[in-house]
Structure formats: C-alpha cells, structure tokens
C-alpha cells in the first residue's frame, strides 16, 4: 500500500489526527493536508502519480512556427530541393523572419514523422577520423551528384587537404570524366603544390587498374605515376 493510501486511511477511516499521522509517517503537514483536499475531491483518482511536466513552458515551438517549418518543407520536397534543417532554416530567416536552430528543425521533423529512421545507419562514434599530419601529405578527392532546380543534373568535384580539411578545390560539370578529374588535379597542384599522396574510391575516373586489368592506367593514374605520388 503506497504512503498517500495509508495517510488517507489513518485519516478518514481511523479518525487519526492530522498532527499524529504527520509524526507516525514522516511526512509535510502541507503534503498530508494537499492530499486530502485530492481525495476528497477526486476519490480513488487522487492515489494516481502526477505528472511533473510543468504548466506551461516558455521554450516550446510555437505552433504557427511548427506549421511554417511543416510547409516550407513540403514546398522543397516538392520541388526536388534540399530539404534537411540547415536549408529550412535558412528559408525561414530570408523569406519569413523567424529564427530557430537546425536542432529545433529537427526535432520537429521528427515528432511529425517527416524524417525516414535509418536503424542500419553506422553511428558516427563508430566512425575514425582521418588527419594527415602535414600540409600536401595527403590529397582527399570524391564527386556528389546534385540536381538543380530547373531539373538539370550536375556533379561536383572536390579535392581536400586531409591536414586543414581545406577544400582546396570545387567545380561543378554536367558529368565528371576521367578527363575532368586529371584536369581538376593539375590545377590544384599548380596553385598549391603537388601532395605526397592522394586517397579516392575506386571509381573508374580515378582508377581503372583495379577494373579486371582492362585498359591499363588512366590519366590519372599515369600522371601520378609520373611524379611519384601515391594513389
């Protein structure tokens, strides 16, 4: 029997005294007196917990922001746009004047099921992080494909520095070649030197040697063969 049934029994069907069920049971004068007025009013449901969630809670979300965050979106998805925190964030401080943090975003989307769970997704503690320990040590290149808003699809290239994780180069093509790749890197190398090495997936762009020995070394490969450089 919990503590709150045992005071209410001493009280109202012994006929114990408030003072001496304080003293017997070690509890507030005020909690004893609280729980009567409970009792009394509400019977058997004054013996259920209470929820500790407070009155009100000047932090919430608005729900009008809830309904904007919900729209905007909507509106992106639709539209085939990035519609992830940071981008809606953005879109409700340029076009709506309402400031909320990606993290505020998030969670919203959540609790309104708009974000897919993903339970087969490595955890990012699981992850090692990779650093090279000098400038021009190690060169990082990879491409993402991107569709614009007109429909067009593009492909981004980027070569970073895995000292300063300084993108040291990006540019944007209708489709990136083995041609493009070689290119990009002669670039960057003349802006800021060659590296020691550079580390890439083994697509056919940055590697064919590794793609059942049909059509030898790409140009890639065979110029940094040339210069000595790691792959």
Not at 192 to 207: F, I
């Amino acid at each position: 029997m919990s503590k709150a049934r045992l005071v209410v029994t001493a009280i109202e069907i012994e006929g114990r005294s408030a003072a001496e069920v304080v003293a017997a049971y070690d509890v507030s004068r005020s909690w004893v007196y609280e729980l009567l007025a409970r009792y009394r009013a509400e019977s058997e449901a004054a013996f259920e917990p209470r929820s500790r969630r407070p009155k009100t809670s000047p932090t919430t979300t608005p729900q009008s922001t809830v309904d904007l965050i919900i729209t905007v979106r909507k509106q992106l998805a639709e539209a085939g746009l990035d519609a992830g925190p940071d981008t809606i964030v953005w879109h409700l401080r340029h076009h709506h004047q309402i400031t909320v943090s990606a993290s505020t975003v998030a969670r919203v989307l959540v609790r309104q099921g708009l974000v897919v769970a993903q339970p087969n997704k490595r955890p990012k503690s699981s992850y090692i992080r990779f650093q090279a320990e000098q400038p021009n040590e190690t060169w990082q290149s990879d491409f993402t494909h991107y569709r614009l808003a007109d429909g067009s699809d593009t492909e981004t290239i980027t070569w970073l520095d895995d000292h300063s994780r300084y993108a040291l180069h990006v540019s944007a093509y209708r489709r990136i070649t083995g041609q493009i790749v070689s290119a990009t890197f002669a670039r960057t190398a003349a802006q800021h030197g060659y590296p020691a090495s550079v580390l890439t997936d083994n697509g056919l762009v940055y590697t064919t040697r590794f793609a059942g020995g049909r059509g030898g070394r790409n140009s890639l490969e065979t110029e940094l063969r040339r210069l000595h450089i790691v792959q």
